[in-house]
């Protein structure tokens, strides 16, 4: 179990800091809208690839995004000029060998991270427009984040755990451990509310990653290899999971993976090399992309 403050290489700052990924130094709500993962279906029911979603814009629009990284003087170029869309409701495969700029790019889309050349919309708001504090607001209220190790605070419930982003969107108490509770309910945990991360299995701890993810309602849920930690039947629970809500409430997702079952049931498969994008396919066998 990795404790959060201890912080991996992947996770700027988690553990409740203020800069973690769930921060926002707004509260503001997103009034009219449920807030609950059960609530999305009514709001888009079309379960849908492709399209664009409420307000027209596409979930992610990138033009020659970069990313460089600065190391003992010398620059990494881990994103070498990355161009794509992917449209609200969509279901894309991340894929390419080690090292080839797949989480960078996981990062970026999350703002988590700003590129260091290039322009990123994310629902239609460009990144570069916005300070850190409307960044952190727009990953907040935007998008929902799965990581490998779970990240998720070791000595702290699974329900405390989901309900964190909420703390960030000034939601009451009541009102985030009732949604905590419906995010975990929702992904088969409702009789693990009151347990630690280390008190729960792998498979079960990615769940709890998953409800968080949930919890805000995001229309986009990124995951960075979700299924890479996990034994294959928690996997392909999980798995299951993704593709019910990608299918069901038409929530974007976009998951890294190396395994090719995962792959496969993406709708549409971005492969990735030496910081640029290889190849961009629509997946024949599941009907493909619109
Ligand atoms: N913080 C950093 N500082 C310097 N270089 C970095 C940093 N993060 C990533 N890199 C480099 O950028 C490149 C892309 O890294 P990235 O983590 O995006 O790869 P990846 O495709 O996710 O690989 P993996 O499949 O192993 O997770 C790598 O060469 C890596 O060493
Ligand atoms: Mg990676």
Known sequence: ??????????????????????????????????????????????????????????????????????????????????SLRIDQGEFVAILGPSGSGKSTLMHLLGCLDRPTAGTLRV???????????????????????????????????????????????????????????????????????????????GGEQQRVAIARALVGDPRVVLADEPTGNLDSKSGQEVMGILSDLNSERGVAVVLVTHEREVADLARRRIHVRDGRIELDTANEREGGVS
């Open 1 to 82: 179990m990795t404790h959060p403050a201890s912080g991996g290489p992947d996770l700027p700052g988690e553990g409740g800091g203020m800069d973690g990924p769930w921060t926002s130094a707004g509260s503001r709500h997103r009034d009219g809208e449920g807030g609950v993962p059960g609530s999305a279906g009514a709001r888009r029911g079309d379960g849908g690839a492709g399209g664009e979603g409420e307000g027209g814009a596409p979930a992610f629009e990138a033009v020659e995004l970069a990313r460089s990284y600065r190391l003992e003087g010398v620059s990494v170029d881990a994103l070498r000029g990355v």
């Open 123 to 201: 629902n239609g708001v460009d990144v570069s427009t916005l300070d850190d504090t409307g960044l952190a607001e727009l990953r907040n209220q935007a998008v929902g984040f799965v990581f490998q190790s779970f990240h998720l605070l070791g000595r702290t419930s699974a329900l405390e755990n989901v309900a964190l982003p909420l703390v960030y969107r000034g939601v009451a108490k009541a009102e985030r451990r009732e949604r905590a509770r419906r995010a975990l309910e929702s992904v088969g945990l409702a009789h693990r509310l009151d347990h630690r991360p280390s008190q729960m299995s």
